[in-house]
């Protein structure tokens, strides 16, 4: 009988049977009359009139693709105009938009880095962080969480060498944000780099929801590249690396992730762009995303609920097991809720959660049909509920 090479999967699926730690796919229905607060439309973008019309028009005139990678037919005015418009939006010279925030996370560590180089990295950063750490094949040093202490000793025991910290502005799992002063401070008095992923301040933090590095006051520094998605704040699809125009031209002759790969479709930066117009002339929008996020954090914790504070729009409530979690999850989902659900391998701290994320088009009657929802639903061993 021929040897099956895949055998070993099955061993593998069972593993993660066993612990609780299967996924699987869920596609959910485009007329679905669930409260959806499991994914990232902070500001409510996703289904606005002006931003799906946009991504419409976009792909009428452009068509249904880029055609091709950005140096090749992948560039189009709408590209550059989306560019433009980041840059001036968010306080840098210059920005790259590329088909991911996940790609634009390996582009700008990958061309930033070498193998004669030093990165220190956050124990809490992103999968894309982490990648990209691994493919600049840099020497790659791992800190304690938002231990600024530690990216000065990690810096003094390489003086002298090539150096850039990385870290998210705001990080994914539990919501809490990087000391991105003290870390550029950190940066400057040892001539190093910092990269910012701005994933989750980006219409959130900041003037206007111009991010975490506006509100620390380093957006526009000679010495910081920033990271973000446009798949958030402003509902759409693709991600961009902002910083000084010399770094931008490096990545553009030098990241493969962006020289290789086809460029955002028409249709994603056409939503993009009118995205980004819409949080100009709605400024007031990301501050009614941080009251959300208070509000579900401070109801939630006077319930008894273990939550942590939250620093932009995530709120992450404990949960006793990676299969308490995933039944948390499903009976908001049946009570008319998502929220997302966050078990090993995907926490670094080996603590399963449920986590909601704040919207601003929430209304409050639909704020307090949520917090019902989690509170009732709440498996026992959380706090002092049931």
């Known amino acids: 009988m021929p040897h099956d090479p895949f055998e070993w999967i099955d061993a593998e699926s069972r593993r993660r049977e066993r612990a609780g730690l299967a996924r699987s796919l869920r596609p959910r229905a485009a007329d679905s009359e669930s409260l959806n607060l499991a994914g ?13 019309e946009a991504a419409a028009d976009a792909a009428r005139r452009w068509g249904g693709g880029a055609t091709g990678s950005r140096l090749v037919t992948g560039s189009t005015t709408l590209h550059a105009e989306l560019e433009g ?18 790609m634009a996370n390996l582009a700008a560590l990958t061309a930033l880095s070498s193998r004669d180089s030093l990165i220190v990295s956050d124990a809490g950063n992103h999968a ?4 990209g750490c691994r493919l600049s094949r840099a020497e790659t040093m ?54 910012v992923d701005d994933a989750h301040g980006f219409g959130v933090l900041g003037s206007g929801g111009r991010g975490a590095l506006d509100a620390a006051n380093i957006a526009g520094c000679n010495s910081v590249v920033a990271t973000l998605t446009l798949s ?13 125009a010399r770094v931008i031209d490096h990545l553009v002759n030098t990241a493969r992730t962006f020289i290789f790969d086809t460029g ?24 009614r995303t941080r009251h959300v996020a208070i509000a579900l954090y401070r109801r939630l914790t006077e319930a008894g609920l273990t939550a942590a ?12 097991s990676p299969e308490a979690a995933l039944r948390w999850a499903a009976d908001c989902h049946t009570a008319g809720l998502v929220v997302g659900c966050f078990r090993p391998p995907s926490v670094p701290d080996g603590i399963s959660r449920i986590r909601v994320t704040a919207r601003a088009d929430l209304t409050e009657q639909q704020l307090d049909e949520a917090i019902a929802t989690i509170i009732a639903t709440a498996p026992r061993g959380v706090g002092s509920v049931r």
């Open 85 to 102: 418009e980041l840059a001036d939006f968010c306080g840098f010279e210059a920005a790259l938009v590329l088909s991911s925030g996940y």
């Open 264 to 287: 955002l479709a028409p249709a994603a930066a056409g939503a993009a762009l009118a995205g980004l117009r819409t949080l100009r002339r709605e400024p007031w929008l990301a501050e």
């Open 142 to 195: 791992i800190i304690a969480h938002r231990d600024v202490g530690a990216v000065r000793k990690a810096f003094d025991a390489h003086a002298g060498r090539r150096a850039l910290a990385v870290t998210d502005s705001v990080f994914s799992v539990d919501g809490d944000a990087a000391p991105l002063v003290e870390l550029a401070d950190a940066c400057r008095a040892h001539d190093a780099a910092l990269l």
């Open 40 to 52: 990232n439309d902070y500001l409510g973008f996703t289904r606005r009139t002006e931003i799906t």
């Open 309 to 320: 504070r939250p620093d932009a729009a995530v709120v992450s409530v404990r949960a006793p």
């Open 232 to 244: 958030k704040s402003l509902g759409s699809q693709g991600g961009a690396v902002l910083g000084p």
């Open 128 to 131: 894309s962080i982490v990648d």
